[in-house]
């Protein structure tokens, strides 16, 4: 491993003037949970390291007029344990109490879990100069594929690990970047983008960028949510395919929907054929089922991931009853 300078800015702006005083390779960190691995695997080499969980008020969770605002440095236990996000956001509270173990938790950061890097086996592996790595190929494609993506993989199979990110992205929530010269606020679904866009990165932040904090949009009468997991062993796991559900319903009626899946592409990925089948109808049983084989429908598997297209649709008709059946927040 490679010595680094390490740094620990007093504030958001001091982070911002270290990041663009032109030094190569500076990396943030959040709990270290994801970076460090990188380091110690040899998978990344920085040359600076800026630790972002000192600084004041980048930790804080608070309600808005509108929305609910989470720092980017809080902890994903801060997420699971809050009142409020229990209360009105189900789907975020629990994708967050499944994440791993309870010291992962403790140690891990919203900012950290919405950035990680993906736990593709050839990525992770220093020896392997995969596409991610700038290589030219994906080893996944035609090498061992059990976990990796059944949705827009093409130059990359790796899914993306977050259980946060596909509940933000069904909740509609935004995520804030901070550079040197001000903000910019997108939607988390457009934080992500799939290999296609950029191979190397899961995500559109900048250089000069800090994700500062997300953004969640308070709930309407009639607006519910849930997440469900499937994980391969009894705990601590990644998601082998999970699916977050926002929807406003009267009833069994459904006026609008969101389904995002996490562990079956290189980003959360939003079921929309399922989402326009369900939009305005009654659910029962066998419309959702109906609905999630859709979507299933336009899976491409590789070799040894078919169960994976299974799996997702019963995982996605687990979560949109679960959303639909849950009481109002
Ligand atoms: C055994 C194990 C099991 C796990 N299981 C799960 C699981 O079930 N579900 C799940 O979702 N995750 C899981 N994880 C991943 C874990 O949740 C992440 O490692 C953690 O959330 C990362 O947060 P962190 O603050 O430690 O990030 P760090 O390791 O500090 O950073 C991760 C990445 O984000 C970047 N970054 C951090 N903060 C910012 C910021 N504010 N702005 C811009 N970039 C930033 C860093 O540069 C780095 O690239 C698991 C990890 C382990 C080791």
Redesign the pocket.
Known sequence: MKNFEYGKPASIEQALAFLNKGTPDV???????????EIKEGIVAPAAVLD?KAIPGLAGIKKEKDALVIG?AAS?ADVAENADIAGLFPALHQAAGV??SPQ?RI???V???L???PRCWYYRDASVLCAKKGGSKCYAEKGRSKYHAIFAGGFCWSVY????APALVALGAQIVLQAAGGERILPVARFYAPPIVNVRKENV?AGGE??KEVRIPLPKPGDKSAYVKFIERGA????VVSAAVWVSAAGNSVRDIRIVCGGVAPIPWALTAAEDALRGSRVSQISVSRAAAKAAAQAVPLSENGYKVYLLESIVTDAVLKAVRAPHS
């Open positions: 990396f943030l960190m959040g709990g270290g949970t994801d970076l460090l691995g972002l980017a994903i994440i791993s992962l140690m891990g950061t900012g950290g879990n950035c990680q890097r690990p977050s259980d946060l932040l800090i994700l601590w796991d990644f998601a």
